[in-house]
């Protein structure tokens, strides 16, 4: 079974929509990350966490939201989806010391239309 | 801020020879870590190989290695007995002191059989 897993994969939706991604991880890492990717941009962070009681804002966190339900579980949600979000999400998770890699979960492909 | 650049959107390799993808980044700070991580088509990212700045020796993993030039902010990929499936995206990041990866845009790599 993977290590993190994201659900779900793809996904098409309309603007005005409410979404949540989902990201479980059986690594038992404290951290964990949700990124987005578009083309021609590299990754940019949206949140973090270090751990259950700690989340923080990353580059891009507008017209985002996560939830840290657990060590092992944080979701991403999309209150009122746009489609300038339409993008590859990836949920990561890595040790408590972040120096170590981050260990990446398969994407999850957002449409807005 | 810091930035990571990668100047080479797109690169081929003759399957069996070396190619070199370039990385360069700006930071103020003087530790911090640098990674290569590997996106095939499938979209899993995937880490091949990370320096630590305070190290001197230039990391190496079979046949992947690094040129890393920290007064040059320099931390270039070089593949070596290049195969099909080297065939991907590949990302050059940058980890600060608060352990946050700053990506780069990627670099296309195409291997011709």
């Known amino acids: 079974d993977a290590d993190v897993t994201q659900t779900p994969r793809n996904r098409i939706t309309k603007t005005g929509k409410r979404i949540m991604l989902e990201c479980s991880q059986t690594k038992g890492h404290d951290r964990m990350y949700w990124y987005r990717q578009d083309p021609g941009l590299g990754l940019r962070l949206i949140y973090y966490?270090?751990?259950?009681?700690?989340?923080n804002k990353g580059e891009i966190s507008d017209g985002y939201s996560v939830s840290r339900q657990a060590q092992a579980k944080f979701s991403l949600s999309l209150e009122s989806a746009i489609p300038n979000q339409t993008a590859l999400y990836f949920c990561?998770?890595?040790?408590?010391?972040?120096?170590?890699?981050?260990?990446f979960g398969p994407g999850t492909r957002l449409t807005v239309l | 801020a810091q930035t990571v650049t990668q100047s080479q959107p797109e690169m081929s390799v003759q399957e069996a020879e070396t190619v070199t993808l370039s990385c360069t980044y700006d930071?103020?700070?003087?530790?911090?870590?640098l990674f290569w991580y590997k996106q095939p088509p499938s979209r899993q990212m995937i880490l091949v190989i990370r320096?630590?700045?305070?190290k001197q020796q230039n990391a190496t993993e079979n046949r992947f290695s690094v040129n890393f030039q920290k007064a040059a902010k320099s931390f270039s990929l070089k593949i070596s007995d290049s195969q099909l499936g080297d065939a991907a995206m590949y990302f050059c990041?940058?980890?600060?002191?608060?352990?946050?990866?700053?990506w780069g845009a990627g670099t296309k790599l195409i291997i011709k059989p």
């Open positions: 966490s270090f751990d259950v009681k700690d989340i």
């Open positions: 990561a998770t890595s040790d408590f010391s972040g120096i170590d890699e981050q260990f």
């Open positions: 990041a940058f980890m600060d002191s608060n352990y946050q990866l700053i």
């Open positions: 930071t103020s700070e003087s530790d911090y870590y």
């Open positions: 320096q630590e700045a305070y």
